[in-house]
């Protein structure tokens, strides 16, 4: 079967490094899959360009400039929006019109405008819509973390909240979110083409939420991981007075989303009200930063390791450390929870999101309540989320210490990664659904 992966990037971005595992994972299962992308950043014979960098970049910026439009000339917010309002014709492109199946990815930015996904449907071949965010149930957000309009079945969406932050308009319940909400709605009447799969059940769960999806067909199916030597070097219980490393990183570690106030001020309450347990803990962080003074006001030891990169590298990361901590407000499928309990490091994260595809609660990590509200009200809820994230890594701090234990976890966690998140089970669950919509568009 002649596959084609449509992603923005293969290199750039959470989505663009999992769907390159996908084209990979699908080449081992015996698949003839490829890669269409406008940025390529890796030297794989299997990636293609969709255009030139300059023919790319027209669409990208018309687009740009009527989000900055309907923004009233602010950058704020500029590109946490999509439209898809301008796209590529990749219709024409030889690797689509040679493939059997289509599966779209993470297509904004210029790449990919509705009326094309609807060129692409009339092509007649079948067409999965992999969502890793909220893009394709809501107008034009990625994320509705505190915004129910997507839910709206007498008016879906309209008053987009990052809309009229900038604007001020009234309640806007006509403005751009809302028409593209229609105009989704309008393609996804094409479906006898188009299944959409949804990376983590909690996104799933969003999707029949909303008004655009829930009538639609909708399964899930995790991103594939290639964990490489996921055997690993071998774990053993620590010590009293042993060092004990906790982990934490992201492509860019100061993304508000991500947390860093919290581990910051988890790093305090350690100090304050576990001292002998803070003098033996070091903080391991990774990442891109904007901002270099977020990384102050540690209450442990705490060292920064910069961008790493390559496999080897991050592998070598993980295994050096024994507690991997995620404090993000949300996620779709964090992939460094996974990577954590292949390598044997003990994740500890909120029970929001697709956090609890990857941890099972006291058994492969631990999943914190994050405080009620969000902080939607205006109150700072960044001590209550550090209090309720300490104590799991208290217990995680236990379990490292558990000499009868101990290994028994470890084998548990990599045991789950083989069996939920292997390339090849991945792939063949993409094989099994394009095989059946094949037959079924016959």
Known sequence: ??????????????????????????????????????????????????ASKRKAMVPFLMERLKIFFHLRFSRRNLFKVDTASDGLPLWRHPLVKEADAILLNWVNQGMLSLKGVGRLLRLGKPVVWTMHDMWCMTGICHHADACEGYE??????????????????????????????????????????????????WLAG??????????????????????????GRARHPKREGDRIRILFGAARLDDPIKGLPTLVALTRLLRIECPEIADNIEVATYGGVKDPASL???????????????????RKVYEESDILVSASSYETLPGTLVEA??????????????????????????????????????????????????RGVLWAVARVMDGEGYGDMVGMMRENVERRFSAGAVARRYLEMLSSMKDHTR
């Open 206 to 231: 969003r999707a029949r939420r909303s008004v655009l999806l829930a009538r639609q067909e909708v399964e899930v199916i995790p991103n594939a991981f290639h964990i490489f030597g996921s055997e």
């Open 296 to 314: 102050s006001g540690f209450g442990v030891r705490h060292v920064h390791m910069g961008v790493i990169k390559g496999e080897d590298s991050i």
């Open 152 to 201: 709206r079945v007498g008016h879906i969406c309209g008053g987009c909240p990052f809309l009229s932050r900038v604007s001020g308009s009234g309640d806007g319940s006509g403005d751009i979110s809302h028409k593209v909400a229609m105009r989704k709605k309008e393609l996804y009447g094409m479906t006898e083409r188009m299944r959409f799969v949804a990376v983590s059940n």
């Open 341 to 390: 309990q292949a390598y044997g490091c003990i994740p500890v994260a909120f029970r929001r999101g697709g956090q609890e595809d990857i941890v099972d609660h006291l058994t492969t990590g631990y999943l914190a309540e994050f405080p009620a509200g969000d902080g939607i009200d205006g109150t700072d809820t960044t001590e209550e989320a550090a209090r309720s994230l300490m």
């Open 1 to 50: 079967m002649r596959i084609v992966i449509v992603n923005k990037s293969d290199s750039t971005g959470g989505a663009a490094v999992v769907s390159r595992r996908l084209m990979e994972a699908l080449r081992e299962a015996g698949a003839d899959a490829r890669m269409l992308v406008v940025e390529k950043l890796t030297d794989s014979p299997y990636v293609e360009l969709a």
